[in-house]
C-alpha cells in the first residue's frame, strides 16, 4: 500500500520566515495530494491541496509544489504568522480508491515565535 | 450548514465495555469516511461508507470494530470489548461525492476516546 514519510517532525521559525515541510510518497499512481492544518484539539481542515497533472499551486501565503519524477511534494509557507502555529499533514490518494483513502504524513508541529 | 457533528466529543469506557460514535455529516453529503488518529501520528482510514453500503472498510481491525451508515440517522462507528489500545481520537469526514472535480471532505471535531 501506499506509505507517506515527512519531515520535519517539528519546525520553528520566526515570525516573517518561511517556512517549508516535504513529504514522499511510495505509490506511483497516487494522484491528490493535500495538506492539512490542525490545531490543538481540533478538526483537521484542508489550507491547499494539488492534483498530479499540475508541478505547483499557490493560495495566498500558502504554496505546494509536486515533483511526480521524484515523488515528492512540499508545503511552502511564506511571511509566517504565530497564528500558522499548528501540526500540518500531508496526504496522498492511493490508486484505485477513493480520494478519500488518503494516507498521513506523521506531521509536522510547525511553531512561529513572535 | 453546521458541518459535520459528531458526538460525543469526549468519550471514556472501561476496558471490556462497548463504544459507539455518532457522526451525522454535512447536510447534502452522502460520502463518510472515518479516520483514527493515535497520538502524536497522523490520520488513518479506517472506513468508507454511502447510505446503507460499506463501500470499503480495508483500513478496519478484523474483530471488535464495525461501522454502518444506516438510510436515516447518523453513522455510527462502534467497538466492541474495548481495550487500552482503543485510546484515540475518531475522525468523521463527509463529502457529497466521490467525483474527482469536488474532492475535498470535511472532518468533523472528533471524539476522543480513552480507555480506562
Known amino acids: 500500500g501506499e506509505n507517506v514519510e515527512q519531515h520535519p517532525s517539528t519546525l520553528s521559525v520566526q515570525e516573517g520566515d518561511s517556512a517549508v515541510i516535504k513529504c514522499t510518497y511510495s505509490?506511483?499512481?497516487?494522484?491528490?495530494f493535500p495538506w492539512y492544518k490542525q490545531e490543538l484539539g481540533k478538526r483537521p481542515q484542508l489550507i491547499i491541496d494539488?492534483?498530479?497533472?499540475?508541478g505547483e499551486k499557490k493560495d495566498q501565503r500558502i504554496a505546494v509544489t509536486l515533483n511526480k519524477t521524484a515523488k515528492h511534494f512540499s508545503l511552502h509557507i511564506t511571511e509566517t504568522q504565530p497564528e500558522d502555529s499548528a501540526v500540518y499533514f500531508c496526504a496522498a490518494s492511493p490508486s484505485g480508491g477513493s480520494n478519500y483513502k488518503l494516507t498521513f504524513g506523521k506531521g509536522t508541529l510547525l511553531t512561529v515565535n513572535p | 450548514n453546521a458541518g459535520v457533528m459528531q458526538n460525543p466529543r469526549h468519550l471514556v469506557r472501561r476496558r471490556g465495555q462497548e463504544a459507539r460514535l455518532r457522526c451525522s455529516p454535512m447536510?447534502?453529503?452522502?460520502?463518510v469516511y472515518w479516520y483514527r488518529q493515535l497520538p502524536e501520528e497522523g490520520l488513518k482510514f479506517m472506513v468508507y461508507?454511502?447510505?446503507?453500503?460499506?463501500?470499503?472498510e480495508s483500513g478496519m481491525p478484523k474483530e471488535r470494530f464495525s461501522a454502518e451508515f444506516p438510510k436515516e440517522g447518523p453513522s455510527i462507528l462502534r467497538i466492541q470489548q474495548v481495550v487500552r489500545g482503543d485510546s484515540a481520537a475518531y475522525f468523521c469526514?463527509?463529502?457529497?461525492?466521490?467525483?474527482?472535480?469536488?474532492?475535498?471532505?470535511?472532518f468533523g471535531q472528533g471524539t476522543r476516546l480513552t480507555v480506562v
Open positions: 447536510k447534502g453529503h452522502s460520502h
Open positions: 494539488i492534483r498530479s497533472n499540475v
Open positions: 469526514a463527509s463529502s457529497p461525492t466521490d467525483d474527482r472535480l469536488n474532492t475535498e471532505a470535511f
Open positions: 505509490d506511483s499512481a497516487s494522484n491528490y
Open positions: 461508507l454511502q447510505k446503507e453500503n460499506i463501500i470499503d
